[in-house]
């Protein structure tokens, strides 16, 4: 079974400021991840994915983030925030095991990312 | 249509009634899901289909059904609606590859009230 777990509900920060929204997953095989974003009364769309290789993946918009398979950790980052990046940000896995017929997609609760001027 | 298209875009039900959510996708993605999105529970997943013609059940089948005639039209019906099927409705479609990853594509939602 996997899951994902998103520690933070709400991270508030200061516009130009960085920021780290954490993500920790358990899989008993290997995963892929990612992190999706979903602006305010929208649908979510892709940041960035780790599939394999680098375990430092960067994404769009600035973001990057880091695998790290012995803390089954992704958190993601960015060293300056925009007002514009105020949104929510899910964390999500998936396995090479197509379990039940379908490769399952866990998705974590979510994080709003407020970013204050 | 570029993507993932869903319709309507909000709907106010009365419980009991019958509603069809419609989603349609132009990439020819084989897979396609149906997620439920409430506040501090994130997406659960309702049904999904990995091809034309098959379907299956999430986390959370009960009330609703799916049907998937063709690639690209992915409907979620609900028979008789109660006010617990208040809720935002994502459509999103996947590659179903291993090199896709699990990586899906999103609709931008219906968000259904039902009073």
């Known amino acids: 079974a996997q899951s994902v777990t998103q520690l933070d509900s709400q991270v508030p920060v200061f516009e130009e400021a960085p920021v780290e929204l954490r993500c920790n997953y358990s899989s008993s095989v290997s995963v892929y991840l990612f992190w999706y974003v979903q602006y305010p009364n929208q649908g979510l769309q892709l940041l960035l994915k780790y599939l394999s290789g680098s375990t430092l993946v960067k994404g769009i918009n600035g973001f990057e983030a880091e695998f790290n398979k012995s803390q089954t950790s992704f958190h993601l980052r960015k060293p300056s925030v925009h007002i514009s990046d105020t949104a929510e940000y899910f964390c999500?896995?998936?396995?090479?095991?197509?379990?039940?017929?379908?490769?399952?997609?866990?998705f974590g609760t979510g994080t709003k990312l407020q970013v204050i001027p | 249509i570029a993507g993932i298209t869903q319709a309507p875009t909000s709907q106010i039900l009365a419980a009991g009634r019958r509603m069809t959510l419609r989603c349609t996708q132009d990439?020819?993605?084989?897979?396609m899901y149906w997620y439920r999105q409430d506040l501090g529970l994130g997406l659960r997943l309702i049904h999904y289909s990995n091809t034309a013609g098959t379907t299956g059940k999430g986390e959370v089948p009960d009330g609703y059904s799916v049907s998937r005639a063709n690639t690209d039209d992915f409907p979620l019906t609900l028979a008789s609606a109660v006010p617990s099927q208040t809720s935002v409705y994502f459509c999103?479609?996947?590659?179903?590859?291993?090199?896709?990853?699990?990586?899906?594509?999103f609709g931008p939602g219906t968000r259904l009230t039902v009073l």
């Open positions: 999103a479609s996947s590659d179903r590859s291993t090199l896709a990853g699990g990586e899906q594509f």
């Open positions: 990439m020819r993605h084989n897979a």
């Open positions: 999500a896995v998936s396995d090479d095991a197509y379990s039940g017929g379908y490769q399952k997609v866990t």
